[in-house]
């Protein structure tokens, strides 16, 4: 992964961000793919990334608009592996800790900590399709685009009961 935090302009830069923390943590030991990516057959050990829903959250200390979205990420274990459940529980604690800890490259004025992260057996589990399933869930708002330039300050100015607060004209430097 790459040392400069990324300032997302889109959401599906998290998307990204969270597929290549998931490549960078596993290497080739599961694949990573969307959630609309899946199918009756998958052939290896997965992880599907899925964005259920998003809503509107304000703007945060530097002018960015949020967006809080349900992000999930199943963990499908072949049935092929010696108990594959207990797997698939194994390795959605390791992604609770890249969660956890933020762990997706993105600057930190642009992504709020994780909130409400669970994981739990998914509706991937049973073995059907031919493999075990668990899900690490959480809520992750992310402050999109490039922060509001504050004003340059030029030195402290008074007044004493100015007529209008905002007229710079009112406002004197303070004397040596």
Request: hydrophobic fraction near 30%.
């Amino acid at each position: 992964m790459s040392s400069e935090k990324l300032i997302p302009d889109r959401p599906s830069q998290l998307y990204d961000q969270i597929k290549e923390a998931l490549i960078f943590k596993f290497g080739d030991e599961l694949d990573v793919k969307g959630y609309e990516d899946v199918s009756p057959e998958i052939d290896k050990s997965t992880f599907l990334i899925e964005f259920e829903r998003g809503t509107g959250h304000e703007l945060n200390h530097k002018g960015q608009y949020g967006h809080c979205y349900f992000v999930a990420v199943h963990v499908l274990i072949s049935n092929g592996h010696k108990r594959a459940a207990l797997a698939a529980m194994n390795v959605c604690a390791d992604v609770e800790r890249l969660v956890h800890y933020n762990s997706f490259g993105i600057d930190t004025d642009s992504i709020n900590k994780p909130e409400d992260v669970t994981s739990e057996p998914s509706m991937f589990s049973k073995g059907e399709g031919g493999y075990e399933g668990w899900t690490v869930s959480w809520k992750q708002t992310l402050y999109l685009g490039e922060t509001e330039e504050e004003e340059p300050r030029q030195g402290i100015r008074w007044a004493i009961n100015p007529q209008n607060d905002e007229d710079p004209g009112e406002y004197h430097p303070i004397p040596d």
